[in-house]
């Protein structure tokens, strides 16, 4: 499933700000922010490399973003399990079994779900699912969400999942990318999200009942394309 | 189906403001506008009639408010489908079969959904479905959705609804009501809510696309029970 030359945007977008020769009229071109990180390959790619189209996998130094597979789910469950049974990021049942939980998270297309992996080990570090948030008239805006294994943090395989899932909705002709129910006291979320250009449009008053704190806000977010 | 003596919370609110025998304790007392409405009944029912615990039917002058039955469908489907084609105030795709909007909108128990009957003819005037808006954390929060026969617009079918969706949740130990995707354009649907006493808690910029006016905001609204 690995494809080599697939630099992932964030690269792209580090290089973004002191590259002339990227061409200016990318209809699709990225507009996050410009951050450069530990994991920035050090060439510049050639500009008909940047973005493959059809790519499916993307690099991030060790890391690896595919399409999941139905084999992956053994690998995704535990963790999975382990975020949602804790209860305190998302407005899933907490008793989901395994087989009800695949099939909240492994979407069909024209949906999408993929997998962060280990580019060495080959190990799942983390998983997103992409869909449309409406149907009808608000059928334009997408929505995500990402899971990381916790045992995995700290190596930025969420801001890859989140640049990958924007990635996908541009190319796929969404207008904007909309996040539902971001629980509040979820820091590294909502700062991940900020970081990623969302911004807080909506505030649902103590909408998630969080097993520690009680009563806490959920976000509606929401970023452009 | 049709129940006697079930008076509806709209015309005990109405009672609520001069009324010295009601209960102070009630917890499930109403805070809903205090609205006189030509249908409110000139009697004024006993205490313990008013909300007869387990009732599935509401009176409204000439309109009984009941659960849908699988028979009810073939009345609802041609409104259904006027509206969800229009595409102007739904988020649903326009071109859902009968089979499929059955699904969408028929909802099994805990979920609810009721019709509006004219209590004379026996004809729907509209419909409402209600239900937990989110799982886990978020399942404290209901969510509801109403259509009205345009046809019979005007009768108040629109409030009579809302008014028992929030009864029902309320009933339901429910401790808030959301909208995920009010058409802003939609202004009878907009002030209705208002009047409901639900706040617009967060607005999608141009979440929507409207067939006649373009992109037009999304509202997130939302009442405390």
């Not at 976000?219 to 452009?224: D, F, K, Q, S, T």
């Amino acid at each position: 499933m690995k494809r080599p030359a697939a630099p992932l945007r964030k690269a792209c977008d580090g290089i973004r700000a002191n590259s002339p020769t990227r061409p200016a009229h990318r209809p699709d071109g990225p507009s996050l922010p410009r951050r450069r990180t530990a994991h920035r390959p050090a060439h510049r790619p050639a500009p008909e490399n940047r973005w493959p189209p059809g790519r499916t996998a993307t690099m991030l130094g060790r890391m690896e973003i595919r399409e999941a597979t139905p084999e992956d789910w053994a690998a995704v469950w535990p963790f999975f399990h382990r975020i949602v049974a804790a209860g305190e990021t998302f407005t899933y049942p907490t008793d989901l079994t395994s087989a009800e939980a695949r099939g909240w998270w492994m979407l069909p297309a024209p949906d999408r779900t993929v997998v962060a992996v280990d580019d060495t080990t080959g190990a799942v570090l983390g998983t997103a699912k992409m869909n449309r948030n409406q149907a009808g008239g608000g059928a334009h805006v997408a929505s995500a969400s990402f899971m990381v294994d916790p045992d995995h943090a700290g190596r930025g395989t969420g801001r890859a999942l989140g640049e990958e899932a924007l990635r996908w909705a541009r190319e796929r002709g969404f207008r904007a990318v909309q996040f539902n129910a971001v629980v509040a006291s979820n820091a590294p979320a909502v700062g991940l999200y900020r970081s990623l250009g969302f911004a807080v449009v909506g505030t649902v008053p103590e909408g998630f009942r969080h097993p520690r704190l009680g009563y806490v806000d959920l976000y509606v977010m929401h970023r452009r394309l």
